[in-house]
T-cell receptor
Framework: KAGVTQTPRYLIKTRGQQVTLSCSPI?????VSWYQQTPGQGLQFLFE???????NKGNFPGRFSGRQFSNSRSEMNVSTLELGDSALYLC??????????????FGPGTRLTVL | GQQVMQIPQYQHVQEGEDFTTYCNSS?????IQWYKQRPGGHPVFLIQ?????EVKKQKRLTFQFGEAKKNSSLHITATQTTDVGTYFC????????????FGTGTRLTIIP
């Protein structure tokens, strides 16, 4: 099976711009989660989508949004970029179990730099 | 909200020495997962613990889940250079379908 893919891999933007990141999950995985990783804050949960519905949301401002399509592919959007948004954005896909516990398969990430 | 702390933040060990990282949650967990992230890579799933007091082994790695399901540990015996990376625990709350909260991570470096 192909792994989780993320595009683009690298992105440079300036403050005030907006950006859209894309994630294609492993075939058959319907749950997609997004994380922000920075050296100082570690892995911070952004949101999770399942069957085109947002199931969980982290503590990020409304500038961060996402969506999931019927083929389970997901996008996240960040508007009005700030310098502090520079980070590695990781997407992870998973299956769901009856117990809710699920192994996350991570993509390679998109490295966003805001100048 | 749920918080998951890990200690230590950094650990430097001589090759062949043992290594342990500890994970503590502010709330009871339904399960805990462990991930390893190599430098420049992405997190890779290692294991999941579900039962109170559970202990699982993977070769030189031993994982434990506390009796109260609020803490966990990862112990590596006789470290090797391939063990270099950051180890994260990730806990899921006790109410089902809750998000995974990742710990702060422990970065392991090996001195050959």
């Amino acid at each position: 099976k192909a792994g989780v893919t993320q595009t683009p891999r690298y992105l440079i933007k300036t403050r005030g711009q907006q950006v859209t990141l894309s994630c294609s999950p492993i075939s058959g995985h319907r749950s997609v989660s997004w994380y922000q990783q920075t050296p100082g804050q570690g892995l911070q949960f952004l949101f999770e989508y399942f069957s085109e519905t947002q199931r969980n949301k982290g503590n990020f401002p409304g500038r961060f949004s996402g969506r999931q399509f019927s083929n389970s592919r997901s996008e996240m959007n960040v508007s009005t970029l700030e310098l502090g948004d520079s980070a590695l954005y990781l997407c992870a896909s998973s299956t769901l179990t009856s117990g809710g516990a699920r192994e996350q398969f991570f993509g390679p990430g998109t490295r966003l730099t805001v100048l | 909200g749920q918080q998951v702390m890990q200690i230590p933040q950094y650990q430097h060990v001589q090759e062949g020495e043992d290594f342990t990282t500890y994970c503590n949650s502010s709330t009871t967990l339904s399960n805990i997962q462990w991930y390893k992230q190599r430098p420049g890579g992405h997190p890779v799933f290692l294991i999941q613990l579900v039962k109170s007091g559970e202990v699982k082994k993977q070769k030189r790695l031993t994982f434990q889940f506390g009796e109260a399901k609020k803490n966990s540990s990862l112990h590596i015996t006789a470290t090797q250079t391939t063990d270099v990376g950051t180890y994260f625990c990730a806990g899921q709350g006790d109410f089902g379908n809750e998000k995974l909260t990742f710990g702060t991570g422990t970065r392991l470096t090996i001195i050959p």
